[in-house]
Structures are given as C-alpha cells and as structure tokens.
C-alpha cells in the first residue's frame, strides 16, 4: 500500500548536478522525518541527509556545502540537490520515511534505490 518511489538517478560527469526526488505514493498516515542514504561497492550504508518536518536538516560530512534535502509535503516529497559531484559520490542513493498512524508507533520505508554514477 505505501511504496517510496525514487527517481532522478544517472550518469553524470565531475563537477556535474543531478537532483534526485522521493515520492510517498498511499493514504492514511503522516509523514515524519525523510532523509537519503547511500550504499557504495563494499562499502556500509550511510547516511546523506535527513530533514524533518519542520525542515531541519543535518547533513554528512562529505556533502556539506554541495548537496541540499528539501521536501514538499503537499506533494509528499523530498529531494536531493547534488552540486559539484565527484566520483566518490558513486552509490546506490536510498530514499527513507519515517511514517506514522494514529494510536500507531512509526514506520520506517525505504526506496527501492537509483544509482548515481559520477565519472572523472
């Protein structure tokens, strides 16, 4: 009933923009905090960025100052603006939602992944 539907994702060259976005497709809940991840060969899953749904944001390390999270919740979804890449961004980009119903706990939901691949 409830997927993440993720898009955006190709090849790009060096110092290239790409934007990715998320869209929460269902009906019956409220959407808390929506953040990216990413996944390279080998490498552990890790966390990109995350927003809120007051529109805080937190960001790794690698990607302050060239990559931007932003949402629209009447569109129910979040984005990714990636600026000035670089071929260690090379990953499979996961969208994730926290999910909430009444008298329910949180629901966590993740993309089904779109890769990014940055040529040098």
């Known amino acids: 009933q409830v997927r993440l539907v993720e898009s955006g994702g190709g090849l790009v060259q060096a110092g290239g923009s790409l934007r990715l976005s998320c869209e929460v497709f269902?009906?019956?809940?409220?959407?808390?905090?929506m953040g990216w991840y990413r996944q390279a060969p080998g490498k552990q899953r890790e966390l990109v960025a995350r927003?809120?749904?007051?529109?805080?944001?937190n960001y790794a390390d690698s990607v302050k100052g060239r990559f931007t999270i932003s949402r629209d919740n009447a569109k129910k979804t979040v984005y990714l603006q990636m600026n000035s890449l670089k071929p260690e961004d090379t990953a499979v980009y996961y969208c994730?939602?926290?999910?909430?119903?009444?008298?329910?706990?949180?629901?966590?939901?993740w993309g089904q992944g779109t890769q990014v691949t940055v040529s040098s």
């Open positions: 269902g009906s019956g809940f409220n959407i808390n905090d």
């Open positions: 927003i809120t749904n007051g529109g805080s944001t």
């Open positions: 994730n939602a926290h999910l909430s119903r009444l008298y329910r706990p949180d629901l966590d939901y």
